[in-house]
């Protein structure tokens, strides 16, 4: 018998299946009541991301509610700086801390350990195991420049400002950070699909918070190196590329790093996202996740706009950015509907 098709590995390659697949990005999470259940069951965010039986789990709750085309490896951007040796712990109500922080220049004190990335290499294989066999599986990486971000300031920050004014002060010792964080993504997600992804995507989650040319220096040219050597293990494996922000920086982006296709933020247009971007690319986006939230007529809305801006090439129906807590169950049922019908 064939292989049965699988829509979002299809549309990734160039071809269209005629209705846009859809997934949305968190979807595995909390907004799910399954989700916040296991997370109660195995207290800290770390603890259920390096447990592979869970972390599968999580991956595969939203495949099994909905039926998504495609499933995303349940994970997080703070794995690789983890395995590059720094600290990690998740504070409750405060989000991440990484230690120690990189704005003094500690790179050199670190000391990998890349044995951290294989219980996520456990859990793309207990996944693969158990998905459907039209669901395309996604793995991920952050992308330098907002890994980098983190790393430098310990934290989250407003603006960036520490990792940018690193950058400005110091580009040499900054490039450094950005040089190690991108080897051992292109590691990360080589082992990703080596355990049983089929395409990956690279969240560039602050790429808005840098000018054209600080954008030029620590976006474009790390995600274009991190494509070239990706490729070169995994030619036929798509990579998407998500710079959120990058606003009139879309079109230098998408020429320039190589990706498959390349994820909208909420705030492109779509029109003139169809308009400057390449034509046979895949693009990917970009419901407002506040959208969703509203339901009903500014969903409807926002869908039928989406897909009539992207009728005339590959596209696959996903929001701008992660879905948030308190989305109502319906409105993502509702959405299903509205892309496939």
Not at 46 to 65: G, H, N
Not at 270 to 283: D, F, G, K
């Amino acid at each position: 018998m064939p292989a049965p098709a699988k829509p979002l590995l299809t549309t990734l390659n160039g071809g269209n299946p005629g209705v846009s697949p859809i997934w949305l990005m968190r979807q595995a999470g909390r907004y799910l009541p399954e989700y916040r259940a296991l997370r109660a069951d195995k207290g800290g965010f770390l603890d259920l991301v390096y447990d592979p039986d869970a972390a599968a789990e999580v991956t595969l709750q939203p495949i099994r509610r909905f039926g998504f085309d495609g499933a995303i490896l349940f994970s997080d951007i703070l794995i690789v700086p983890h395995a590059l040796g720094q600290d990690l712990r998740f504070e409750a109500g405060e989000g991440p801390r990484l230690s120690p922080p990189l704005v003094d220049g500690a790179l050199d004190a670190l000391e990998p350990v890349p044995g951290r990335l294989e219980a996520v290499y456990s859990t793309v294989d207990k996944v693969k195991a158990a998905l459907p066999p039209e669901t395309t599986f996604l793995g991920f990486a952050g992308s330098p420049w907002t890994v980098a971000t983190y790393m430098v300031a310990g934290q989250g920050s407003r603006e960036q400002a520490e990792a940018r004014r690193y950058a400005y002060r110091d580009p040499q010792a900054f490039s450094l950070i950005i040089e190690a964080i991108a080897a051992m993504t292109v590691d990360y997600l080589s082992g990703q699909v080596r355990a049983g992804v089929e395409a990956v995507q690279l969240f560039d989650s602050w790429a808005g918070s840098l000018s054209p040319a600080q954008f030029e220096k620590w976006v474009i040219r790390p995600t274009a190196g991190i494509v070239s050597a990706f490729k070169a293990r995994h030619p036929d494996v798509p990579v998407i590329g998500f710079p959120k922000g990058a606003g009139g920086k879309l079109a230098a982006y998408a020429r320039e790093t190589g990706i498959d296709a390349i994820g909208l933020d909420e705030t492109v247009d779509p029109e003139w996202a169809a308009a400057i971007l390449p034509p046979s690319l895949p693009v990917q986006g970009n419901l407002d996740p506040l959208a969703l939230i509203a339901g009903g007529e500014a969903l409807e809305m926002a869908v039928a706009r989406i897909i009539s801006a992207f009728e005339d090439r590959p596209h696959i129906f996903n929001l701008g950015h992660g879905i948030l807590p308190d989305t109502p169950i319906a409105h993502v049922e509702r959405l299903l509907e509205l892309v496939r019908r």
